[in-house]
């Protein structure tokens, strides 16, 4: 007896069901396949002890992703996995670290090292391979001549900005004198060179001007002229380590300036446990964001941060780490991993991050105000731009 001729609708799901068998595997494979970040960090060196703030934030963002399903690749959920080596705090390595990175351990994307030094010694190799990456700890006038297209910086931080936001905020302030202490590394150096030709114009007298080595041990003869000078206002431009290494020295020596700018540590939660409660308690710095309910997102990081690390995030590099996470989610998930395509999204977006709106010209954040931050009752405060304050400055009482 001849078999019943199937019908058409038989036929359709039969094949439908065929379709899907065959297809079935790779598309969990893919959904199964992690996705793998790459980046650099210096975990030994000069610079380790100031890396951890960073990469605490990169841990917290792994770990909240995961939590969720993995991160969204153009509609894909894939779990995250980090490819990361040590850069032992040398550009040169970071270049080598990078460039293994895209060619042999060919991850699906890439994240920042540590540091102004680093990201912009990298942006050849990622202009070379044509692979895009979201910068953060990276403040430099000298960003400006990186070529466009492959990495961007969300920081406001930058030196000549610094430096005319700096003497609006001592002059607001009636400060009349000051003396300025730089560590030569290329940042603060460059603050500088911005920094005392604002004084100038703003009408501040500077009464000292220094500079020492990055591996400096005693600043003791630096600060016993700056006590003889007797000013307004002490604007160290130091790194984590002579950040502490200042503080507690001009403690030690009295110290009575009412305005202690310290440019790159105190933002850290590492500085208060270094100095103490007392020494870090009125001290400023850089840095642009703040917990605060009109940044979305901004108070969760905060919470979640010190619920795993039991210290509070550093309010210019934590923040920084994970604004540059966030812009990279939100763009993979609309362009998959399409190189071109986070490129063009990059260039042109605006981004909601915990810092507020952020958009790119050429490699620049030209959205967010540069800022101050200054600890008051143990937490940090901005104080400065007055457009985006969270309290008033107050003057230093004591060390």
């Known amino acids: 007896m001849p078999s019943p001729t199937p019908n058409r609708r038989t036929i359709v799901g039969s094949i439908a069901a065929a379709l899907v068998a065959l297809h079935a595997p790779a598309a969990f494979a893919q959904v199964d396949k992690p996705l793998r970040i790459g980046f650099s960090m210096a975990r030994t060196g000069m610079l380790a002890n100031a890396t951890p703030s960073q990469s605490n934030a990169y841990e917290l963002w792994k770990e909240q992703v995961n939590a969720r399903g993995g991160m969204d690749v153009g509609g894909t959920r894939r779990k995250v996995e980090f490819v990361s080596y040590d850069d032992q705090s040398k550009p040169e390595q970071a270049v080598r670290i990078y460039e293994k990175l895209i060619t042999d351990d060919k991850v699906d994307l890439l994240i920042a090292p540590w540091g102004t030094p680093f990201q912009i010694a990298i942006a050849p190799v990622l202009e070379k391979f044509k692979f895009p ?25 930058i030196p000549d900005r610094i430096g005319s936001e700096m003497a609006a905020m001592l002059k607001a302030n009636n400060v009349k004198t000051a003396v300025v202490l730089s560590n030569v590394l290329p940042f603060t150096k460059e603050i500088k060179n911005y920094l005392e030709p604002e004084l100038k114009k703003a009408g501040i007298e500077v009464k000292l001007s220094t ?31 002579d950040s502490v290494l200042y503080a507690k020295q001009a403690k030690e020596l009295g110290i009575a300036s009412p305005f202690q700018f310290i440019a ?136």
């Open 211 to 241: 500079e020492y080595p990055p591996d400096i041990k005693d600043m003791t003869s630096i600060l016993t002229q700056v006590k003889q000078a007797n000013p307004d206002a002490v604007l160290a431009l130091a790194y984590p380590g």
């Open 264 to 399: 790159i540590g105190p933002s850290d939660a590492f500085f208060p446990k270094a100095v103490g409660a007392s020494s870090a308690e009125g001290v400023v710095t850089i840095a642009h964001w703040s917990p605060r309910p009109e940044w979305k997102g901004s108070q969760a990081f905060y919470d979640a941060y010190v619920k795993k690390f039991g210290e509070d995030p550093d309010y210019l590099n934590s923040a920084l780490a994970w604004m540059s996470l966030e812009i990279l989610e939100t763009t993979v998930a609309k362009t998959g991993l399409d190189k071109n395509k986070i490129r063009e999204m990059v260039s042109k977006e605006t981004f909601e991050t915990i810092n507020g709106k952020v958009k790119f010209e050429g490699v620049q954040n030209v959205i967010t105000p540069t800022a101050f931050v200054q600890t008051q009752k143990g937490k940090l405060q901005i104080v400065w731009p007055s457009s985006i304050a969270s309290a008033p400055y107050q003057a230093k009482k004591s060390w």
């Open 133 to 157: 990456m979201i910068g953060n700890t990276a403040a430099s006038v000298a960003l400006r001549q990186v070529k466009p297209g492959y990495i961007w910086f969300p920081t406001s931080a």
